[in-house]
């Protein structure tokens, strides 16, 4: 069944995620297509309530807690763990939505 998780407090998530440039090394420096960007959104195992919808959530870094996360000296692993696991636990809301709005096709509500 999916669902729809959601904050009653914050209107907006944000995910902690990582992306990267590759270099294709077939392809000249100057050729538009050289750079892929690539990004991923990083999870954990489900701690709370939510755990019967899924094992997997992503990690919500609260709006107070932007800045650190986004801070370009941030780049040691061990600082990287230090800040991820001193990030509280989010509290989301679970709301089933049909199946139909699963589909990136759909465009009428759900």
Not at 8 to 25: H, M
Not at 28 to 35: I, L, Q, R, S, Y
Not at 54 to 83: C, M, N
Request: charged share 20%; with cysteine.
């Amino acid at each position: 069944m999916p669902n729809n998780l959601y904050s009653e407090k914050e209107p907006l998530l944000g995910f902690a995620g990582l992306y990267e440039f590759w270099p294709d090394p077939e392809l000249p420096e100057d050729h538009p297509d050289k750079w892929l960007l690539t990004c991923t959104v990083l999870t954990t195992t489900t701690q709370d309530a939510l755990g019967h919808i899924h094992e997997r959530s992503p990690i919500v870094i609260p709006k107070y807690r932007f800045g650190e996360w986004l801070d370009p000296d941030l780049t040691d692993k061990a600082d990287v763990q230090h800040l991820l696991n001193s990030l509280p636990e989010p509290t989301l809301t679970p709301r089933i939505v049909s199946h139909g709005s699963t589909v990136s096709a759909t465009t009428a509500p759900s």
